[in-house]
């Protein structure tokens, strides 16, 4: 459940294909730039903490950098091993340039 939406970045701060992390009220959120939509998730693998805006995304999956677990960046699902739990996702509202998060 979302308790407020926070401004993180806008639009031109993340080019298509690409993921950055911003802070959200302190929260860590990843975001995600995919085929012309943005997504948030949590900057966390589930594995074993690895910094998943270090990673690389292809399509809508984001790589972990450490061991090479993916999550699908629409739904937190885990893609591949050796992740097996997902990862958060938030809400996400892209207001004209303004890119705004939904924080629980
Ligand atoms: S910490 Fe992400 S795959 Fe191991």
New binding site residues.
């Given amino acids: 459940m979302v308790s407020k939406f926070v401004k993180v970045a806008t639009v031109k701060d993340i080019p298509d294909g690409q993921v950055k992390v911003f802070s959200a009220d302190g929260v860590p959120v990843l975001i995600a730039h995919a085929a012309g939509r943005f997504f948030a998730t949590a900057d966390l ?6 910094p ?1 805006g270090d990673g690389s995304l292809d399509e809508y999956a984001i790589e ?6 993916r999550f699908d960046v629409r739904t937190g699902e885990v893609l591949c091993l ?2 097996v739990v997902p990862i958060p996702t938030y809400a996400i509202e892209v207001r004209g340039e303004d890119i705004f998060v939904g924080i629980p």
């Fill in positions: 693998c589930t594995h074993d903490n690895g998943l972990c950098p450490r061991h090479g677990a050796p992740a």
